[in-house]
């Protein structure tokens, strides 16, 4: 197995709820306008992502609720927590799509233009020296990183000290306890963790940038689509990330907003992607 192909599994694996599951039942642009709701899957239970029947929702619905408003239309969630239970929805639209390293998303999905890229990023102590590479982190107490996850394997392959944890907040906590040196941690969650503990010990690098092993842009997933609704999707995703929309959507969960980055041109591939 390629190098490649054992991120895309692991990736997946680890980022499951941000991966919603694809839905059967999508509709054309016309027949969404006609019924008045764009539908979409989400997890009841994952902020910063979403979350049923709460204030703040998550960031991915307050971005489907602008995209199906711009449409003139509203937005319909279903709420399902394992793939098994998309296959009796009726689900339009995946909010987060993961793009992988080939061009590729959720399986008979056309994706969207990207609208914000993600990863992991090294978070530190309030009182490390600077530094902006795993590689310089200072002392011996290691680097937090989630178990199993592409962030784990990488960072063992360069041969680096890490402590593993069951998840990205538990890693936010051990950092700002003093447990750890650093933490590899996936820049919703490590946003998140410090929107609701502004008073922690422990803070994001400043302009970090996730390297490219560590990084994915995200777009949204339409099954079944056709190009009338691709393109109008499209269209509201440049306009809404232009004017500031999607980068306010983030940083109302305290999440630093990354555009996405540049993918090779892939012909052959569809989606709507570059």
């Known amino acids: 197995m390629t190098m490649g192909a054992i991120r895309a599994v692991v990736t997946a694996t680890v980022l499951a709820t941000i991966l919603l599951p694809l839905c059967a039942g999508a509709e054309s642009l016309g027949e969404i306008s006609r019924r008045g709701y764009l539908e979409a899957c989400a997890h009841p239970d994952a902020l910063p992502y979403s979350k049923q029947n709460a204030s703040p929702q998550g960031f991915q619905l307050d971005i489907g609720q602008q995209i199906a408003a711009d449409l003139g239309v509203r937005l319909h969630v279903d709420w399902i927590v394992f793939t098994r239970h998309a296959r009796v929805m009726n689900c339009d639209a995946l909010l987060g799509a993961i793009i992988t390293d080939e061009g590729k998303g959720p399986r008979d999905a056309k994706l969207t233009v990207p609208y914000a890229s993600s990863g992991w ?11 902006n590479r795993f590689e310089d982190v200072l002392g011996d107490k290691g680097i937090g990183v989630q178990h199993a996850s592409w962030a784990h394997y990488i960072l063992d392959n360069r041969k680096l000290r890490t402590r593993q944890y069951a998840n990205d907040l538990e890693i936010m906590e051990a950092v700002s306890r003093g447990d750890l040196a650093a933490g590899a941690v996936v820049d919703t969650y490590a946003g998140w963790y410090l929107h609701l503990h502004p008073g922690a010990n422990v803070r994001l690098v400043q302009g970090y940038t996730p390297e490219p092993d560590l990084r994915w842009n995200v777009a949204m ?6 190009q009338a609704l691709l393109d109008a999707v499209n ?12 980068s306010a959507s983030f940083a109302r969960y305290g999440i630093p907003y990354s555009p996405p980055f540049p993918m090779p041109q892939r012909i052959g591939t569809g ?3 570059p």
């Open 235 to 246: 269209g509201i995703l440049g306009r809404r990330t232009a004017d500031g929309t999607i």
């Open 121 to 131: 990023i090294l978070v530190l102590p309030k009182s490390a020296p600077p530094t």
């Open 221 to 226: 997933g339409l099954r079944g689509a056709d």
């Open 271 to 273: 989606g709507g992607h």
